[in-house]
């Protein structure tokens, strides 16, 4: 079953702008993942957030966490070509604590 | 620092063939490892895992079948290939689990 689901499912924007990515989740976790997969590659883990925490910076990428509404977003400030990738969020199950993924956001930066 | 190593890059097979996917994992020890599938444009399921040498949990009932015949090896096989075997396969560790993954390269399998 899948626990996290991305939102939007494909995202164009300019260079210079901000993307933004929502994730929602069914489950209580642990902490909530973010990777990049660029169109034929492996996964790159880009950040983890974990339950107790509301917001982490890294780089240009800013994660938030809410709980309670079990959501998280993803934020890339200042986006450039480069950044063109699909963006997944990743959830612990609550039994196993096995790494289950969403759908994915497809995000396309043009330059 | 630590490697993840999966090959081929690349395979076709045809329908009926048996199958075998390797990936190995450098510079750690008693890994959790993972093998996920990938459908074209949506995201990963979760095949099997593994906590150690021997210990192999599958997730979805399939074609496939994994091993783990050394610590730090993970294969994944098919006796007889279906078309719907297609896909990207990628390999994966992690120091423990609900931590974050290292991902191998992957593999795209066509079956024809």
């Known amino acids: 079953s899948q626990q996290g689901e991305e939102d939007p499912q494909a995202l164009s924007i300019q260079e210079g702008e901000n993307a933004t990515m929502n994730c929602s989740y069914k489950?209580?976790?642990?902490?909530l993942q973010w990777y990049r997969q660029n169109s034929g590659r492996g996964l790159v883990h880009l950040i983890l957030i974990r339950s107790n925490e509301r917001e982490k910076h890294s780089g240009r990428l800013r994660v938030t966490l809410d709980t309670s509404k079990k959501s998280s977003s993803l934020l890339i400030t200042a986006s450039r070509a480069a950044d063109t990738a699909s963006y997944f969020c990743a959830t612990p199950t609550s039994n196993t604590g096995k790494l289950i993924f969403g759908q994915g956001t497809t995000l396309q930066v043009k330059p | 620092s630590q490697t993840i190593h999966q090959w081929p890059a690349t395979l076709v097979q045809p329908v009926g063939s048996p199958l075998s996917l390797e990936c190995t994992v450098e510079?750690?020890?008693?890994?959790?490892l993972y093998w996920y599938r990938q459908a074209a444009g949506r995201g990963l399921q979760l095949l099997f895992y593994s906590v150690g040498i021997g210990q192999i949990s599958s997730e979805v009932p399939q074609n496939l079948s994994a091993s783990r015949p050394q610590d730090r090896q993970f294969i994944l096989s098919s006796k007889k290939l279906l078309l719907s075997d297609s896909g990207f396969y990628l390999c994966?560790?992690?120091?423990?689990?609900?931590?974050?993954?290292?991902f191998g390269s992957g593999t795209q399998l066509s079956v024809l």
């Open positions: 489950t209580s976790i642990n902490n």
């Open positions: 510079g750690t020890s008693n890994p959790n």
């Open positions: 994966a560790w992690s120091a423990d689990s609900e931590e974050k993954l290292f």
